[in-house]
């Protein structure tokens, strides 16, 4: 790490401010989100006909309804492919909207909803400086809302789309722990900032304006150790898988312990996390009529493009997917709630239960 850290404070966190967006939202007994679907196919690698669409417009207008139904947040993943996605007959995510310039274009036509982008920090040449001042503008024009996903890249294949070659995954955290801390100490930076780290440095560089509660929401998704101890030092929300793979009620056995690992990390460094989950959701009127549905969107699977999207998972060193088959990807998502109304309120209550902080995509 940095050797000037005890002479550059960090920035506080949203949470330390009542008024930011982010505490209000703590507020709420569960956060509600929403995964937009900004990639083709979301994440059901199914060819059943559907209503959602990656365009712009589709999602702006989801983020609104969203936003006045209550949602507390949306969310952007990243990714990148080559020509035809992850193959199949639908192309499989091949086209797709970048996360953080969409969620820009978001925050300035909604007022309360959280907007968090994923990033890849380490592809390409992407400086903490570009995150700070990026970052803070953003910050500005959402009103204190937005949240970064700081991802490092699970997949040799999209590094080398940049260039590079696949980094060890310990080292990667090792470097996300040194580009976020380096951010965040630009964020709460009074006069110049320089600094020398292992894998970048700053020279009487200054960020302003500053963002409005501290600095913006910090989010990871992780289930390594490695991951773990960089979300204690950094991360607002953790982003978790089920260490049970995609069945709800087997993740109701594994959530406690998966969880409890998570907050007790981050309370070793006097750091609050809260931990949040996307469950994939069939809602019909009845059990019946959902489950009914599901087996309509099974009945079409794409073999192709559930194929392609595993062995490009599997390629990769993503430990928090392990437990994760390719039955389910027909339909996707990271754990299932297929039901009525009721069946799906019982389950996300559940997963309260077992202390997650709850997100979900319908
Ligand atoms: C809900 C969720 C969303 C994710 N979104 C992305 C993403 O947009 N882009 C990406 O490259 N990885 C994404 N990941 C993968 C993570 O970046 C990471 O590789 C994975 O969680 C494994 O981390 P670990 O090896 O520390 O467990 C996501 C993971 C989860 C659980």
Redesign the pocket.
């Known amino acids: 790490m940095m050797a000037a850290d005890q002479h550059h404070p960090t920035a506080a966190t949203p949470a330390q401010f009542a008024e930011s967006p982010f505490s209000r939202v703590l507020q709420q007994p569960l956060i509600l989100g929403l995964f937009l679907p900004i990639q083709s196919g979301g994440w059901s690698a199914s060819l059943l006909p559907r209503t959602t669409d990656w365009t712009f417009d589709y999602n702006a207008a989801l983020t609104r309804r969203a936003e006045a139904l209550g949602f507390d947040l949306v969310f952007g993943?990243?990714?990148w492919t080559s020509k035809g996605g992850y193959g199949g007959i639908s192309k499989y995510r091949e086209d797709s909207l970048d996360a953080f310039i969409t969620v820009t274009a978001l925050s300035a036509i909604t007022e309360r909803i959280l907007l968090i982008s994923?990033i890849?920090v380490l592809f390409g040449s992407w400086h903490p400086l570009h995150i700070a001042k990026f970052g803070a503008t953003i910050d500005h024009i959402s009103g204190g809302r937005w949240g970064m996903?700081v991802?490092?890249?699970?997949?040799p294949r999209e590094a080398r789309m940049f260039g590079g070659l696949q980094i060890e995954?310990d080292r990667r955290y090792e470097m996300a722990d040194e580009f976020t801390g380096m951010a965040c100490r630009l964020w709460g930076a009074s006069d110049d900032l320089t600094l020398q780290g292992k894998f970048w440095s700053v020279d009487k560089a200054f960020v302003t304006p500053k963002p409005l509660f501290g600095r913006p929401v910090l989010v990871n998704?992780?289930?390594?150790p490695?991951?773990i101890e960089y979300a204690a030092g950094h991360s607002d929300l953790v982003?978790?898988?089920s260490p049970a793979g995609h069945e709800i009620d087997a993740a109701f056995d594994a959530l406690p312990a998966h969880n409890a690992k998570i907050k007790a990390a981050g309370a070793r460094r006097g750091r609050e996390l809260r931990t949040i989950i996307?469950p994939m959701i069939v809602c019909r009127e009845t059990d019946r009529e959902a489950q009914r549905y599901h087996q309509a969107i099974l009945d079409a699977a794409d073999r192709g493009a559930i194929d392609g999207f595993v062995a490009h998972q599997r390629d990769g060193?993503?430990?928090?997917?392990k437990a994760h088959g390719d039955t389910h990807r027909a339909l996707g998502g990271?754990i299932q709630i297929i039901g009525s109304p009721q069946t799906v309120v019982d389950k996300l209550v559940g997963l309260k239960r077992v202390g997650c902080d709850v997100r979900f995509r319908a």
Do not use: K, P
């Open positions: 993943l990243a990714q994923t890849h996903n991802v490092t890249g699970y997949s995954h998704a992780t289930g390594s490695a991951g982003f978790i898988t996307n060193d993503a430990v928090a997917w990271n």
